[in-house]
C-alpha cells in the first residue's frame, strides 16, 4: 500500500525555520517526482515546490512565492522527502502536502498533511 | 504566470449533472487533471490527463478540454459527491504547477 506521511509541522515564529518530513513507503520511491502543496486556512491549493528523480539528476523547482526562502532535497536510501523552510512569514501558515507525481503528471498519492503555524 | 479560473460554487440537486468548469488561456492544449477534496480530508484525483479516470473512480465522473475551457462532468450527483474540485496544468513556460482556485460542489 502506497503510503506518504508527513511530519515537522508546528508553531513557529515570524522570521524562523522549519523542516518538514515526507516519508514514503509502498513503492519505489526514487523512481518518482515528488512535490509539496500547500493549503492556507479556508483557502484553495497552491504548489510549493517539486523534487525531480535521479534519473532527472533531482532537480527542483519551487513557485515563486516561496522561491529564495524554500529548499526541497530528497533522501531516496531512507524513502523520503524534506522541504526546509526558512525566514517564514505569516503568510505561510497552511497544512502542507506531500504529493506522488505519477509519470511526471497528476498527484495520485498524497499524505494527510501537516500543519504550520507562523505566528508571534 | 498562468492562471486558472474556477467558479467558486456550483450546485446541484441529487441524481442530475453538475458541471465544473476551468478557464485558462488556450487550456486545450495543455493536459488538466481534477482533484475532490471532502472536508479535513487530502485531495483525491478524480480525472487525469483531461478525461482518463483512475481506478475507482466511479463512471460518473468525466472530463473534457477544449480551447480556453476544461469541464469536469459529474453524472447523477450523489451526496457523497459533496466536495471542493481543482483543475491543475502544468505550465511549461515557467515549469510551476498551477492549480485553479476550486469550487464547492453543494448537492441539495
Known amino acids: 500500500e502506497v503510503q506518504l506521511v508527513e511530519s515537522g509541522g508546528g508553531l513557529v515564529q515570524p522570521g524562523g525555520s522549519l523542516r518538514l518530513s515526507c516519508a514514503a513507503s509502498?513503492?519505489?520511491?526514487?523512481?518518482?517526482?515528488a512535490d509539496w502543496v500547500r493549503q492556507a486556512p479556508g483557502k484553495g491549493l497552491e504548489w510549493v515546490g517539486r523534487?525531480?528523480?535521479?534519473?532527472?539528476?533531482?532537480?527542483?523547482e519551487y513557485a515563486a512565492s516561496v522561491k529564495g526562502r524554500f529548499s526541497i532535497s530528497r533522501d531516496d536510501s531512507k524513502n523520503s522527502l524534506y522541504l526546509q523552510m526558512n525566514s517564514l512569514k505569516t503568510e505561510d501558515t497552511a497544512v502542507y502536502y506531500c504529493?506522488?507525481?505519477?509519470?511526471?503528471?497528476?498527484?495520485?498519492?498524497w499524505g494527510q498533511g501537516t500543519l504550520v503555524t507562523v505566528s508571534s | 504566470s498562468y492562471v486558472l479560473t474556477q467558479p467558486p460554487s456550483v450546485s446541484v440537486a441529487p441524481g442530475k449533472t453538475a458541471r465544473i468548469t476551468c478557464g485558462g488561456n488556450?487550456?486545450?492544449?495543455?493536459?488538466v487533471h481534477w482533484y475532490q477534496q471532502r472536508p479535513g480530508q487530502a485531495p483525491v484525483v478524480v480525472i487525469y490527463?483531461?478525461?482518463d479516470r483512475p481506478s475507482g473512480i466511479p463512471e460518473r465522473f468525466s472530463g473534457s478540454n477544449s480551447g480556453n475551457t476544461a469541464t469536469l462532468t459529474i453524472s447523477r450527483v450523489e451526496a457523497g459527491d459533496e466536495a471542493d474540485y481543482y483543475c491543475?496544468?502544468?505550465?511549461?513556460?515557467?515549469?510551476?504547477?498551477?492549480f485553479g482556485g476550486g469550487t464547492k460542489l453543494t448537492v441539495l
Open positions: 523534487s525531480r528523480n535521479k534519473a532527472n539528476s533531482y532537480t527542483t
Open positions: 490527463y483531461d478525461g
Open positions: 509502498g513503492f519505489t520511491f526514487s523512481d518518482h517526482y
Open positions: 488556450n487550456i486545450g492544449s495543455k493536459s
Open positions: 491543475q496544468v502544468w505550465d511549461s513556460s515557467s515549469y510551476h504547477w498551477v
Open positions: 504529493a506522488r507525481e505519477v509519470g511526471a503528471s497528476a498527484f495520485d498519492y
